[in-house]
């Protein structure tokens, strides 16, 4: 009821700013448009596949805990806490957490809490898989490190987790980052590869995708399953259908509709995702899909500008928190051949937003939007994130 009281505000605002444009928006309930209940996730608990543990201070002031945050910035009250009480995260991943922690507790070098003040270790990724995989992903600032000592450091946590006490969380593939700043790609600091293969592998759908440490993938696959059968749906794709999956991750969407299209066009940011993606769609036998690799607002105006494809083009958009560039939202709104879009948003009240109004906005040739509009048709949340106060939101634009 929480959620989807939620998803009904997001809506609401959405049908009162669509109004403020001009447009007869509100639909009975004073949205703009029907709102489905929220689809549950076939697993409540323990449902994570991707878990992100940081290493800071915790309540008991060790510097070494590795956990999630509590606290606020304004309250200046942030502590690190163990896992071991979240429902939403399985055992294997504390269990890593865990022995990440013993591993670092004995080390010699700090944990690095703020990049300025030293320290070196930092974050742990644990991926895990239907099929008993296991990958960690461990962050290291190196500060002043010689290769010499980072190569001791990174065979210590080797001996560690493959012949010493984390051995019993049997990893699959432990990878080791150098990164200097928050976040890093793996062009900006390779993923180490320390022991084991070099990917993992989930099951979804009947197919099989491989993953890279940088590939996303939706944190709940039971939850995926759900949500990408209603996305088949929606498309109403008949066997002519062209179906652009934007922002296409290891290829999960396009490569469990392909057998209901003729074609499959995927674009992704993530290098490592597209060969990821073009090796699950090889390894499955599917031969109508194409990748691009690049940002969707740089393939996808050369793409759709010299579109003069008959077949009908289905676009399924599944953007990060930030949402898709205007580029790329203008480049779908002057192809005339789509009119059917699928958004697919994890923080629809966010950048999505704005996305959803440049959507549907009355044609505005200053902004270069001279493509009719889109109407919002049906919205669907799905209970991906279950324990927390998130959804995934499917909206169905048509024109
Ligand atoms: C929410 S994920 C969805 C992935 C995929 N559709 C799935 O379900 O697994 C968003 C994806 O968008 C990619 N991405 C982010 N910015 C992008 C951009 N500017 N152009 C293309 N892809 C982008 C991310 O790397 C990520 O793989």
């Known amino acids: ?3 989807y009281e939620s998803q009904r505000k997001i809506l609401q605002t959405l049908a009162s700013r669509l109004e403020e444009l001009g447009i007869d928006a509100q639909k009975p309930g004073e949205l703009c448009c029907p709102l489905q209940p929220v689809v549950p996730s076939p697993i409540i608990n ?3 596949n991707k878990s992100t543990f940081s290493v800071n201070r915790g309540p008991d002031g060790n510097p070494k805990t590795v956990g999630l945050y509590v606290g606020t910035g304004r309250g200046q009250n942030i502590v690190c806490v163990k896992a071991n009480h979240v429902e939403n995260i399985p055992s294997k991943h504390k269990q890593v957490a ?3 922690e013993e591993f670092i507790c004995h080390s010699p070098l700090d ?3 703020l990049f300025h003040e030293g320290g070196h270790w930092r974050e742990l990724v644990v991926r895990t ?3 008993g995989h ?3 992903i461990i962050t290291f600032h190196p500060q002043q490190l010689g290769q010499e000592e980072l190569a001791t450091q990174k065979a210590l946590l080797k001996e560690f987790f493959t012949c010493g006490p984390g051995a019993v969380c049997d990893l699959t593939s432990l990878y080791f980052q150098e990164s200097t700043m928050t976040r890093c790609s793996h062009e900006q600091s390779p993923f180490q590869l320390l022991h084991g293969a070099p990917h993992i592998f989930e099951e979804l759908l009947g197919l099989k995708f491989r993953i890279s440490p940088d590939a996303f993938f939706q944190v709940n696959t039971a939850g995926a399953e759900v949500l990408y059968q209603a996305v088949g749906e929606l498309c109403q794709a008949t066997g002519d259908t062209v179906l652009l999956d934007i922002c296409c991750g290891t290829g999960t969407i396009g490569l469990s509709l392909a057998h209901r299209v003729s074609k499959v066009i995927g674009v992704e940011v993530v290098e490592k995702a597209i060969e990821d993606a073009e090796w699950n769609a090889a390894f499955n036998g599917i031969s109508n899909c194409e990748f691009h690799s690049g940002k969707a607002e740089a393939v996808l105006p050369q793409l759709l500008a010299s579109w003069e494809d008959a077949r009908p083009l289905v676009a399924v958009v599944n953007p990060s928190r930030a949402g898709l560039h205007y580029r790329v939202v203008r ?3 002057n192809c005339r051949s789509i009119r059917r879009l699928l958004y697919i948003s994890c923080k629809p009240e966010g950048e999505a937003m704005r996305n959803f109004l440049e959507l549907c906005c009355p044609p505005d040739p200053r902004k270069k939007l001279t493509g009719e509009q889109f109407s919002p048709m049906l919205a669907i949340p799905f209970d991906m994130f279950p324990h927390t ?3 995934e939101l499917l909206l169905l634009f048509t024109r």
């Open 1 to 3: 009821q929480v959620k």
């Open 129 to 131: 898989t239907g099929c």
């Open 389 to 391: 106060g998130h959804c």
């Open 134 to 136: 296991t990958m960690a």
């Open 331 to 333: 480049a779908i709104r």
């Open 98 to 100: 865990q022995c990440y």
């Open 111 to 113: 944990s690095c809490i």
């Open 46 to 48: 323990g449902y994570r």
